[in-house]
C-alpha cells in the first residue's frame, strides 16, 4: 500500500512506517467509548474552597514562588483567526452588499467599539481614500471587511488569534499575547522572573517574534520584572495521516499522502520539553482588559495553592513508601488521600496484599498532577469533567469532549448534558517527581481516546485522525484535582462580535 516515495515522505516527518499503519488501522476500527461513572460536581469531585480556604491556598502559592521554584506559563497560540471570521467572509462573497444578518448588523452597528477600529480606519484611508465612516455612508460595506481581513489590508483573515487587537486601553490597543505577558507577571513569577512560552505555527512564528521584541520592555519597565519569553511549533512528527471513506491514504493531486496537524494533543510533546515546576495552561483567546483580571489572578493563583500543597503532602507519602517505613495504619492514611484528595479509586482495592497495595498506591503517587479549573455550565460548546473508568479498573476525573462519549447510551448523553460544570482549560501543572526529575509526559497518555472527523480537501471528502487532547486523554493518567473557579475567569472569543460583549470592551 505504502510505495518508497510515501516511505520517504513519512521520514522527513520523523514518523515511522508502524505509526502510519496503526493510524490506518484506527480509522478501520475506530477508538473506543469512554466508560463513565458520573457527571463531576460540587462534593463529587469538584472542590469549591471557601474565602478562608482560598486565601490559605494563596498563600502557598505565594510561600512555594518566594522558594525560587521554575514556574512556566505555557500558551497554545497556533490558531488562526479565521474561523473568528467565518460571518465576514460569508458576508464579502454573498450576494447582497448590504448588512442583512443579525451578526452583520451587529458589527456594522458597533463598528467603533473594536480595539481595532483606529487600525482599519488607517487602512481604509490608505487603501481607498476613505475612512471607514464615510466608506459605510457610501454603502460600500464590503470594502470596510475587505480592508479587516484581506492581505492588503489588515489581513485579519489569515493571521493567528493572538495577534489581533482585542481590548482598547488609554495608551493604545492590546493583543491576546500582551495580555498573557501581563498575566504572567501578575501570577506566574518569581523572583522577578516571568517565564511565558507560546506554541506557534510555522507561518507565524516570525510575526509573533516581531510583536514580542516590539513590546517586551513595555511590559518589563510596567511591571518591574524580566520576561523570558519562548516559542515552540507542533511538531511535523505529530501529525497524522488522511484517509478516504474507505479507510485508505487519502493522496493528494500528485499522488503524495496527505498529512494533517494531530491537533491541540500533539502539544505534549512541545509540554514535555518545558523544565519548569509548574506549568499554566491557557487558551491563547481566553483573556480580559486589567480592569477584570482580578478574579483571573485570584484563582489562578488559588489552584496553583491547592496543587502545590496536593504535591507536597503526596511527596510526603512517596518518601514514606520508598523508605519502608510504614505500618498498616499509615498505608490506611496514604489510600484515603489518594481517594478523597485526588480522588482516585479502585474497587478491589480490600483484596490487594500490602506489598500490592504499595506498588499501586506509589504508581497514583509518583505521576504528573494537574488542578484544573472548571466554570459552571453556560451552554457554551467543549469538554466537562467526568469520574471515568481507566483502562487499570480505577475511576478517577477526567476532563471529556462529546465525542468521546456514547451518543446511543440515554444515560451518559443525560450526564453530558445535564453536568453542571464545563471546561474553560485553566490547568496548573506539576511535572517533577519528588527527587525533582521531570516526567516522560508522553508516557501518560492514553493511546485510546484518539477521535475522527471527517474533512475535505479541494471538495473530496477525508476522514481525519485527531490525536488524544492535550487536556483530555494526553493527560488520562496524571493526578486530577477539579477546583470551581468563577465564570467571569472564562471569556473566549470565537467570533469578531465575541470582542462587543462587555469583558472586552
Known amino acids: 500500500m505504502l510505495s518508497q516515495e510515501d516511505l520517504r515522505q513519512i521520514e522527513s516527518k520523523g514518523i515511522t512506517e508502524k505509526q502510519i499503519e496503526a493510524q490506518l488501522e484506527e480509522f478501520k476500527t475506530g477508538f473506543p467509548f469512554l466508560k463513565l461513572e458520573a457527571a463531576a460536581a460540587i462534593g463529587k469531585g469538584i ?28 500558551v497554545p497560540a497556533s490558531g488562526a483567526a479565521s474561523r473568528m471570521f467565518k ?42 481614500g476613505k475612512g471607514v465612516g464615510q466608506l459605510i455612508e457610501n454603502g460600500d460595506y464590503k470594502a470596510v471587511v475587505a480592508a479587516m481581513l484581506e492581505s492588503s489590508g489588515l489581513n485579519y483573515g489569515q493571521l493567528p488569534k493572538g495577534l489581533l487587537l482585542f481590548h482598547n486601553y488609554e495608551e493604545g490597543s492590546r493583543t491576546p499575547m500582551e495580555e498573557h505577558l501581563v498575566e504572567g507577571a501578575l501570577y506566574a513569577a518569581s523572583n522577578g522572573e516571568a517565564n511565558v512560552h507560546f506554541t506557534v505555527s510555522h507561518e507565524h512564528m516570525s510575526l509573533f517574534e516581531k510583536k514580542v521584541e516590539e513590546k517586551l520592555d513595555v511590559y518589563a519597565k510596567k511591571y518591574g520584572i524580566n520576561y523570558h519569553v519562548s516559542f515552540s511549533e507542533q511538531k511535523p512528527s505529530t501529525d497524522t495521516v488522511a484517509a478516504n471513506p474507505d479507510n485508505t491514504p487519502f493522496r493528494t493531486e500528485d499522488g503524495k499522502l496527505l498529512f494533517r496537524p494531530g491537533g491541540h494533543g500533539a502539544l505534549i510533546e512541545n ?51 520508598d523508605s519502608g517505613r510504614y505500618d498498616h495504619e499509615k498505608l490506611q492514611e496514604i489510600i484515603r488521600f489518594v481517594q478523597r484528595d485526588l480522588c482516585c479509586r479502585k474497587n478491589d482495592l480490600k483484596l490487594l496484599e500490602d506489598a500490592e497495595l504499595v506498588i499501586y498506591l506509589r504508581k497514583k503517587l509518583n505521576r504528573p498532577m494537574r488542578v484544573c479549573g472548571v466554570v459552571k455550565n453556560v451552554g457554551e460548546p467543549g469538554g466537562g469533567p467526568f469520574l471515568t473508568y481507566n483502562q487499570d479498573g480505577t475511576v478517577s476525573l477526567q476532563i471529556l469532549e462529546s465525542s468521546q462519549i456514547d451518543k446511543t447510551n440515554e444515560e451518559y448523553q443525560k450526564m453530558f448534558t445535564e453536568g453542571t460544570h464545563f471546561n474553560p482549560v485553566d490547568l496548573v501543572c506539576a511535572v517533577k517527581d519528588y527527587k525533582g ?62 470582542l462587543l460583549r462587555e469583558q472586552h470592551q
Not at 105 to 128: G, P, W
Not at 306 to 321: P, R
Open 437 to 498: 526529575r521531570r516526567f516522560n509526559l508522553p508516557d501518560y497518555v492514553d493511546k485510546s481516546t484518539g477521535f475522527i472527523s471527517s474533512k475535505s480537501k479541494n471538495g473530496k471528502e477525508l476522514k481525519a485522525l485527531e490525536l488524544p487532547g492535550l487536556w483530555n486523554g494526553a493527560m488520562s493518567d496524571w493526578s486530577t484535582i477539579f477546583v470551581e473557579v468563577p465564570l467571569s475567569t472564562f471569556n473566549p472569543v470565537k467570533t469578531v462580535n465575541d
Open 87 to 128: 460571518d465576514m467572509f460569508a458576508f464579502l462573497s454573498a450576494d447582497y452588499d448590504v448588512p442583512t444578518t443579525a451578526f452583520e448588523k451587529t458589527y456594522f452597528e458597533n463598528i467603533r467599539k473594536f480595539a481595532f477600529f483606529d487600525a482599519l480606519d488607517k487602512k481604509c484611508l490608505d487603501n481607498y
Open 271 to 321: 509540554l514535555n520539553e518545558i523544565d519548569a515546576d509548574v506549568i499554566f495552561i491557557k487558551n491563547i483567546d481566553n483573556v480580559v482588559p486589567d480592569r477584570l483580571k482580578g478574579d483571573t489572578v485570584t484563582f489562578k493563583q488559588v489552584i496553583a495553592g491547592v496543587l502545590v500543597t496536593l504535591q507536597k503532602k503526596a511527596f510526603e507519602y512517596l518518601e514514606v513508601l
Open 47 to 74: 472542590v469549591a474552597p471557601d474565602e478562608d480556604e482560598r486565601k490559605e491556598y494563596v498563600k502557598a502559592w505565594e510561600d512555594y514562588k518566594a522558594a525560587g521554584k521554575d514556574i512556566v506559563k505555557f
